[in-house]
């Protein structure tokens, strides 16, 4: 019975603040059984009253909401030349974070010890709950391992979720465009999303019916190491992962670092392309706007295929603002289906540097509180 305990708690992460009537409402539930279902997930302090609310014959009726702070979830954003770790709440919200440089091709012992460190200094005595990671990868999400990823040497079927053993908690191990997805599309009641993460390489996360897309070996979205359709045109340019002509060795951050390298500017990091379109280079923004164009023929046919309402981009290049925008604008509404792109938006995330571990807490908070698993978290947090 205690299945009604998630669905009635996945109403308040879904809605907010409700009154017992709007839980009624919109449940379908008796209000008998209503009573019961708040009663136990606000004895387990799942959901905790809150002040003010609707009015019924005088009296003002109480209103419940997600009781966000009742313990935390770890996350970590690891991107291929730096990681984000963060101490979020129930509901997504980083309330603390902390950055480190780190490569991500130094491997899984390296850089998960950077996560156990930082981690170590974030946590304030907080009830750790869960822990969600995201990599710049291929994950297979059940096992929570990465698989064969292009560029992450070390990491094949490295037991990421194993690492945090100590931690007795749930793992949850995930792309780090797919959290970006999420991160977007969720606040928003986006159900049908595109997220771009552009930084030194180049993942796409798709949210679609609400779900994250990640097909049958978790590769879906990888866009980066599609064919550029510069390619056939521009010299064949080759890519890290090995193949020659895909979108990341034209638009991705190590490939405008080379190209800016070669044209004699010396920059050595993707933060410093940005550092150079913000002061106006000439070199930096036309190689920043042609990545827009790369970036904008890639997505193109997927906005044509899948129809999204949004496409969000983010990660360090995204910081260039309207200069990569107007390419991938131009792009997708010059070749995608004019049905389609009637009412998409396409734009920069809102979120910064946060999406990534944003959406990795609101992803572990998915399966903590999922309605097959409640019972195992309830008899944990006793
Ligand atoms: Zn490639």
Redesign the pocket.
Known sequence: MRTHVGEVLALFREHGELSRTEVIDISGLSRSTVNQRLAALESAGLIAEIGGGESTGGRPSSRFALNRSRGVLLTADIGATGLIAAVCDLAGSPLRHRTVRVDVWEGPERVLGEVDRAFDELIEGDLVWGIGIGVPGPVEFAAGRVVNP?IMTGWDRFDIAGWFDRFEVPVVVENDANSRAVAEARPLRHDNLISMKVGTGIGSGLVFNGQIIRGSEGAAGDI??TRAALADSATPLG?????VG????YAGGWALVRDLDAAGTSVEHVADVVTLVRQGDIEAVRLVRQAGRVLGDAVADLVSILNPESIVLSGQLAECGEVLLSGVRERVYQRSLPLATRNLTIRVSKLGELAGVTGLAIITADQLFATDRIDELLERIG
Do not use: K, L, T
Request: charged share 15%.
């Open positions: 292009p980066g190491h890519c890290r992962c090995g193949n895909c979108v990341e060795a």
